[in-house]
């Protein structure tokens, strides 16, 4: 196996974190999602422009192994925990803890208090496992089709 390195997003990062996003959609939550539901959360993979769009104000890391993108996790100026995505080789390896220490060492040495997120069925147990606790279970629709995800919250101070 390949050490994993975290770096920050680069520009040229647009398209490989665009494709894991759709990957781990379709591949890594088909166990926690139906393939009607995983159709609606990312009908397509996102354009480049979408997607710069997406993480043109989010402070974003990215997680490498061989020179492949195999993860990253953005955070709005806000706080809140916006894409948290693991390549499906690499769920279960450690991608996701050493993305989130970046992620939280970064919010605490930025300012910010609180973090919080929507996250998936396959999130919350990650971020429970961080400290985060669920403030609610949500049922959002996406193309007519309802989801489920859980609003969790962590404080930092």
């Known amino acids: 196996m390949s050490e994993i390195t975290i770096r ?7 398209a490989s974190t665009a494709q894991l996003f759709f990957k781990s959609i379709h591949r890594g939550a088909a166990s926690h999602y139906t393939k009607e539901q995983r159709d609606a959360w990312a009908p397509e993979i996102p354009t480049p422009e979408d997607w710069q769009k997406r ?21 709005c100026p806000n ?14 390896k450690g991608v996701a803890a050493r993305l989130y220490e970046v992620l939280e060492a970064y919010a605490r040495t930025s300012g910010i208090t609180a973090l919080d997120s929507d996250a998936s069925l396959l999130a919350r147990p990650f971020l429970a ?17 309802p989801l489920t995800n859980f609003r969790m919250k962590k404080k930092l101070n």
């Open 79 to 92: 706080g809140y925990l916006d894409l948290a995505f693991v390549h499906p080789d690499w769920i279960g």
């Open 129 to 145: 496992r961080q400290g985060w606790e669920v403030i609610a279970e949500q049922h959002p629709v996406r193309h007519g089709v």
């Open 55 to 75: 993480l043109a104000d989010a402070a974003t890391w990215i997680a490498e192994a061989g020179g492949k993108t195999i993860g990253f996790m953005s955070l």
């Open 8 to 14: 920050k997003f680069a520009t040229e990062d647009i």
